[in-house]
């Protein structure tokens, strides 16, 4: 394990946050993870383009240019020595006497870990996971990847403890994403997930799915579906950079259909583009 903190390459457990940092004083601020496979970090370039992207939404500028920031982060990766790792990138509007609005002159802070990737066990991707759904008490700009996850903290939590691997936020019963995933069902041979509006996370994954969906001539339709349509379903699944494409077992009790055909073809062709890469 490595990190990088402002300016310099530190060790994980090296205590180098103020105390006034703005991260943790207000959650003022995005990340991004990412995942590296064999030492080759996956859809690098898409992370970095949504790290802009929520950057530029909370009206906060990057510490270095994005490719800078992307150097660094490779420049860890290669003294980490770890092939199966897990980039984190937070950027925070710095350091600064407590006060609501935004510091003056701007100077962001730029955190990077790298550590072990979190690798879903066989049994668990074998089995599928179970789910619970909560309602989706966030802002209503869940598209901006912000530091802000409490909802994200109190649902997965709940999940923990009811046994499940993730909780999935609901909306006047339509299903959005999970607490740290997308969601995808299959219905008569349709995928559907939620579409990327401001209210979800536009993951990368999703993104990724839809597109190895398409080249595979699987009809994918990104429109909302109700808890109802989810129980209903015949095959049902999270995406994200950590968990890939897993599928789901049981949601709020209700054991789903055991069907995986479509799971299975999507999550072949992702481990195919993978390899790609
Ligand atoms: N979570 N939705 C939410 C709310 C998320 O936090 C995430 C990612 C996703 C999936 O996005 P992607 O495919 O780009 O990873 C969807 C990361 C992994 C995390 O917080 O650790």
Redesign the pocket.
Known sequence: EIAFYQDRFIEVDEPVIPIQERGHQFGDGIYE?IRVYNGVPFTMREHMERMEESAGLIRMELPYPAQEIERLALEALRRSDILEAEIYIQITRGIHIRQHHFPEPAASALSIIIKDARIVPEDKRMSGVDVITRDDVRWKL?YVKSLNLLP?VMAKQEAVEAGAQEALFVDNNVVK??????VFIVKDGIVKTHPATKG??H????RVVIDTAREAGIPLEETRFTTEELHEADEAFL????MELLSIRQVDHHLLSESRLVTDRLFAAFQEKKEKE
Request: charged share 10%; hydrophobic share 20%; with cysteine.
């Open positions: 993870v869940c994200n994403e999970g607490s740290s995933s997308n979800i996370l993951g990368i994954t999703r995406t994200s950079t950590t």
